[in-house]
């Protein structure tokens, strides 16, 4: 069956700081992952998007991995703001569908 | 180049009546998914469609829901006499491809009271 786990379920830091979100996947037959945020009551932003080719992305504070040999990857944070508060959700397309993690809630204290 | 659409944003329905969903790919998509997420839980596949064809629907109850995607016009998401246990956000997404990146609409929040 494929999973995708996230770890943390919650986090809260204060402004300023750097931090790591992971996100785990059972099958290495995958075709791309995604990183996306939700805001409450809200519709999904894609952030950044791995081809299962690639080790990396980055989009201005963000930086995401991918390590399909060991069903991993990260998305990094730099610099967090308040307004990077949210839950981000990880995604694998396995097929033609994409399966969700369960979410991180983030925090980011003033 | 307009996104993903999706109407309404906001449904209403009492217990038993029909809630239809719909979705207007972006311009050039002929692969469109819908994803379900019920209250504080992960978005769950429901349904691939193509024009005129349904290419995966392992993820869709099997009794009051149905999915279309005609030649012409936006697909279509049914719920035949809804329950409460239907309320939920349900998304509907877009690619050029299969297994390319998907483009995902803003959602339809569906209240049945």
């Not at chain 1, 791995?50 to 990260?74: F, H, M, P, V, Y």
């Not at chain 2, 180049?1 to 207007?24: D, I, K, W, Y």
């Not at chain 2, 019920?38 to 978005?43: D, F």
């Not at chain 2, 809804?82 to 297994?99: H, I």
Request: one cysteine or more.
């Amino acid at each position: 069956k494929q999973e995708v786990t996230q770890i943390p379920a919650a986090l809260s830091v204060p402004e300023g700081e750097n931090l790591v979100l992971n996100c785990s996947f059972t099958d290495s037959a995958i075709y791309n992952l995604q990183w996306f945020r939700q805001d409450p009551g809200k519709g999904l932003t894609s952030l950044l998007l791995i081809q299962s080719s690639q080790r990396e992305q980055t989009s201005g504070r963000l930086n995401a991995s991918l390590d399909k040999s060991s069903g991993r990857s990260t998305l990094y944070i730099a610099a967090s703001q308040p307004g990077d508060s949210a839950t981000y959700l990880c995604a694998v397309m396995f097929g033609q569908k994409l399966v969700f993690g369960q979410g991180t809630r983030l925090t980011i204290n003033p | 180049n307009a996104g993903v659409m999706q109407n309404p944003r906001h449904l209403v329905r009492r217990r038993g009546q029909e809630a239809r969903l719909r979705c207007s790919p972006m311009k050039g998509h002929s692969h469109v998914y819908w994803y379900r997420q019920l209250p504080e839980e992960g978005l769950k596949f429901m349904v691939y469609l193509q024009k005129e064809n349904i290419i995966d629907e392992s993820g869709m109850p099997k009794e009051r829901f149905s999915a279309e995607f005609p030649k012409e016009g936006p697909s279509i998401l049914r719920i035949q006499q809804v329950v409460r246990g239907d309320s939920a956000a349900y998304f509907c997404a877009s690619s050029p491809q299969t297994s390319y990146e998907q483009y995902f609409g803003p959602g339809t929040r569906l209240t049945v009271t």
